[in-house]
């Protein structure tokens, strides 16, 4: 471990500081794709981790996105992890990013299999018990959230692939008629959201696609209300189903709207060119599905960032199924979407390359915190590198490893050791710090060079 060395100049943190690497350039040409989607009357929107919400993952998550879902943080599990214990720090501060960069938030989810409070699934509840609960949690976290959320994915993957309903603790405790009270509960709480049945592998026509159309049918006609389904859109490379835009169109003609809600496209690694131009070619066709259905509202892709997916550790071997590879650099994909959105389709110079840092918070107690920054570069290098952030509730660094810091008020800056100056293409470098809080302890923003 080295110690915090307090007092050391700017001037001598930055002399010998030789950056090499410049800003990401690949689609700086480009609008964004909030705009490309907005030009068509779409939506474009991406899952997202509250915490990562600063730096470079931040600056893309509010300028390419008109729509933001949080991929955890408003599921029960999360906002309600011990009974009558709620944590909705996370849910609230994508809500208040969102709100700050005028972007829609999709609520996900609020009755689900999974990721439920074990208090809940390990609990013994009467059906009149189960149904209060739920009720309960649907009119407190939709109330919580009322007029910020355009649309709530109320009901999360009810059904099994053949078409049958999942037995689950929902389905098992309260039987199908769960969903049309969940439907009913949360427009109760709020009647301006869009409400959502949202599943998996209904995107093609098929058994399990046909029992959700029924199902909402059947909804629509008894008066419940539904506003409209989403299609998750987990795909396989190479494997975009040919009856997608039928699908889409045949729920639009039912009258409610559809959404492409957690769009990725998984390929056996390592990522080639080939396999990066396919699945440019699925993102394509999937966006154009949703651009030729005028009731297809928003297309949202699960995750952004290679960084920042579920799959590669749900499928052991598969991953880079995202739009931007784990450095932050656009990949064909991201020009599948925005071709498909209408961009262009000439090929942009070859990007210039990027070096980023990423401050996370690793783990923190009553008054301290260890954090950490990661400085990566992808088509770029560093030969040596300097980080600075400001910190914005008097938090203080008091030790640091594998950097040199400084702190001056409340600017922080830290430099490279002796013997971790170089920041290869493709690379990255990663130091660690101490530091006190009280009050807050908000992630700041950091600036590389
Ligand atoms: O992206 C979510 C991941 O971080 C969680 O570990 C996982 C747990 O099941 O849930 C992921 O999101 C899921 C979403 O909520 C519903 N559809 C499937 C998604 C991928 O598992």
């Known amino acids: 471990m080295r110690s915090l060395r307090t007092g050391l100049s700017l001037a001598s943190l930055l002399a010998g500081a030789a950056l090499v ?16 989607a907005a030009a068509k009357g779409k939506v474009v929107g991406t899952a997202v981790t509250g915490s990562k919400l600063t730096g470079t993952y931040g600056d893309l998550a509010g300028a390419q996105f008109s729509s933001l879902t949080p991929g955890n943080a408003m599921k029960w599990g999360s906002v309600e992890p011990t009974r009558g214990g709620f944590d909705w720090t996370e849910a609230d501060k994508i809500v208040a990013f969102a709100q700050a960069h005028g972007q829609q938030v999709r609520g996900h989810t609020l009755v689900w299999h999974s990721q439920n409070p074990s208090w809940l699934t390990n609990g ?10 739920l009720q309960n949690h649907i009119s407190t976290e939709v109330g919580r959230y009322k007029g910020k959320i355009a649309a709530w994915d109320v009901v999360n993957e009810p059904f099994n692939d053949d078409g049958t309903y999942r037995a ?5 405790g309260l039987g199908s008629g769960y969903i049309a009270n969940a439907l009913t509960w949360a427009h109760a709480a709020d009647p301006d959201a869009k409400l959502y049945i949202n599943d998996y592998n209904v995107e093609g026509v098929d058994a399990k696609s046909t029992a959700l159309y029924n199902l909402v049918k059947s909804l629509k006609q008894q008066g419940v209300p539904i506003d409209g389904v989403g299609l998750q859109a987990h795909l396989i490379l190479g494997q975009v189903p040919s009856t997608l835009q039928q699908n889409i169109q045949r729920f639009a003609d039912l009258g409610v709207d559809v959404a492409i809600t957690e769009l990725d496209v998984r390929m056996a690694l390592p990522a080639d060119s080939g396999k990066l131009a396919q699945q440019a070619a699925d993102f394509r066709s999937v966006v154009a599905a949703c651009v030729a259905v005028t009731r297809c509202v928003n297309l949202t892709v699960w995750g952004f960032a290679d960084s920042d997916s579920w799959v590669p550790s749900t499928f052991p071997g598969y991953g880079a199924a995202t739009p931007y590879d784990e450095n932050y650099a656009p990949k064909p994909a991201y020009r599948g979407i925005a071709e498909a959105l209408g961009g262009t389709t000439t090929t942009p110079p070859p990007p210039t390359g990027a070096c980023t840092a990423a401050y996370s918070v690793s783990s923190q107690w009553d008054s301290g915190f260890t954090g950490q920054v990661r400085i990566s570069c992808s088509g770029a290098s560093l030969a040596s590198w300097k980080v600075s952030w400001t910190y914005g509730a008097g938090q203080r660094v008091t030790q640091a490893w594998n950097a040199t810091c400084a702190q001056s008020g409340a600017a922080v800056s830290c430099s490279n050791a002796s013997y971790n100056g170089a920041v290869p293409d493709g690379g990255s470098v990663t130091f660690g710090f101490n530091a006190s809080w009280s009050g807050g302890n908000p992630v700041p923003t950091v600036t590389l060079g």
Do not use: F, K
């Not at 410049?22 to 964004?32: E, G, V, W």
């Not at 013994?124 to 609960?133: F, K, M, N, R, V």
């Not at 689950?168 to 098992?172: E, K, N, Q, R, V």
């Open 124 to 133: 013994s509840w009467t059906p009149a018990q189960l149904g209060s609960l």
């Open 168 to 172: 689950d603790l929902w389905y098992d």
């Open 21 to 36: 690497c410049t800003a990401p350039a690949a689609h700086a040409a480009d609008p964004p794709l909030r705009d490309l």
